[in-house]
């Protein structure tokens, strides 16, 4: 293990996102991880371990997207952790199909801008593991595969009540911590909630379709720049979530929460990623598509 870690840390974030990642420099990786190392990401239904693991994983991403790019827009190098958000863009016309859940899916020719997380476990030596989390549900949108108009426009809809009207949330959420122009980046908004009341609005609709919903936190990174956890929820979907009707059955939901504080500690600004196509899947199983 380095004698400091975090320094360490800061190397391999450089040589991870600039020279793997964007550069393909598949050399790179065996002087970054080892065979110990795992990447999982729910847009790829592999779990990808060891270097060779790896390398399968960005050779397919470069095979597909060979424009692809990561703009690390905020990056934070602690000593056991590197947390990075990033916005990924790039264009469909590669050779490979690219690899889904659904199966392989070929070059459809259409680009995508995206936003996604990097939760990396690293000691300052090597990257021991990738949580990543990236908007599902706009590649798929983006590439055509399905159109999500009607949902993005019933979620940006429910901006208009917090940017119009007061609003008092009734719900056992605090909004206590966030100053009054905190912004909030979420996948289902294609444009940024820009104050405290959309917040809260927003979210007053997207809790108000679930009942019995449990939480659990199951990594958690914080200092004085920022405040991070991924967290699952299990609950009832026994309302519209937004356009969507309710399936009433269980559903099982997964993501990562990224908040910025400014010197009092308060929320200046968040990046939700929440793995979307899952959920839609899990609400759609018993009823049509829109």
Request: aromatic residues 10%; charged residues 20%; negative net charge.
């Amino acid at each position: 293990m380095s004698s400091n870690p975090a320094a360490g840390n800061r190397r391999l974030a450089r040589l991870y996102y600039k020279r793997v990642m964007n550069l393909a420099e598949i050399d790179v990786i065996p002087q970054i991880m080892d065979e110990d190392f795992v990447f999982t990401i729910p847009t790829h239904p592999e779990v990808f371990k060891g270097t060779k693991g790896f390398e399968e994983e960005v050779t397919g991403l470069h095979g597909a997207f060979p424009d692809v790019h990561l703009d690390v827009h905020h990056k934070w190098c602690f000593d056991d952790l590197i947390l990075g958000l990033w916005r990924g863009t790039g264009t469909h016309t590669g050779e490979k199909p690219l690899s889904t859940p659904r199966g392989p899916l070929p070059a459809t020719g259409h680009p995508f801008d995206i936003q996604g997380v990097s939760w990396i476990r690293a000691d300052g030596t090597l990257l021991r593991e990738n949580l990543a989390n990236e908007d599902t549900l706009k590649i798929i949108h983006d590439l055509g595969v399905r159109d999500f108009s009607w949902l993005y426009q019933a979620a940006g809809a429910s901006l208009a009540g917090g940017f119009q009207f007061p609003y008092a949330s009734s719900g056992s959420l605090s909004f206590d911590s966030l100053v009054p122009w905190s912004r909030m980046d979420h996948p289902l908004l294609l444009e940024p909630a820009t104050s405290s009341a959309q917040i809260e609005a927003f979210f007053a609709a997207y809790w108000s379709a679930f009942e019995n919903v449990s939480i659990k936190i199951t990594h958690a990174k914080r200092s004085n720049e920022v405040n991070a956890y991924r967290w699952e929820f299990t609950a009832d979907h026994v309302r519209p979530f937004f356009s969507l009707q309710p399936c009433h059955r269980p559903i099982h939901h997964q993501g990562v929460t990224v908040c910025l504080l400014d010197g009092l500690g308060r929320v200046v600004s968040s990046y939700i990623n929440e793995n979307l196509i899952v959920l839609i899947g899990q609400m759609e199983a018993q009823q049509g598509s829109p």
